[in-house]
């Protein structure tokens, strides 16, 4: 999935581009019963500008990679992730994190931003979610 030139919340958040992968492949059986597994190589962000608590200035800016599952408070909003990571396998318990291992079967999810509303604003109530690039990919064998 890939995004450019986003401005979102205000202008609380903008960015040049996103791109977000999510790859997920069969393989042999490994050392831990595991046949699938699931990554998010390739997932960046340009540019990135995050005004945390609302004051007009960027408190975050970032360019490239950006860790699975960075996690920051908006003032006012909610909280948001960057290159959020999803894996659910297997069980159908779904957890963050980084890579997605499984025995037969696994879905991943990746979306470069996930805010989830923790106030009733601009239209959006409590526990609304905004995803920006989200991929998944999957494979049951």
Excluded: W, Y
């Excluded at 401005?7 to 042999?28: N, V, Y």
């Amino acid at each position: 999935a890939q995004v450019a030139n986003l401005s979102i919340l205000g202008g609380r958040i903008t960015l040049d581009a996103i791109t977000s992968r999510s790859t997920t492949t069969e393989h042999p059986v490994d050392a831990n019963g595991d046949t699938v597994h699931s990554d998010a190589s390739g997932t960046s962000l340009v540019n990135l500008k995050v005004d945390l608590n609302g004051d007009g200035v960027p408190d975050i800016v970032l360019g490239g990679d950006v860790a699975p599952n960075t996690t920051f408070a908006l003032a006012g909003i909610g909280k948001l992730i960057l290159n959020r990571q999803l894996c659910e396998a297997d069980s159908g318990t779904q957890r963050l994190q980084p890579t997605c291992d499984a025995m037969h079967q696994s879905r991943f999810t990746v979306t470069g931003i996930f805010i989830k509303i923790a106030v009733n604003i601009g239209g959006l109530t409590v526990g609304s979610v905004i995803r920006i690039a989200e991929a998944e990919s999957g494979v049951s064998g």
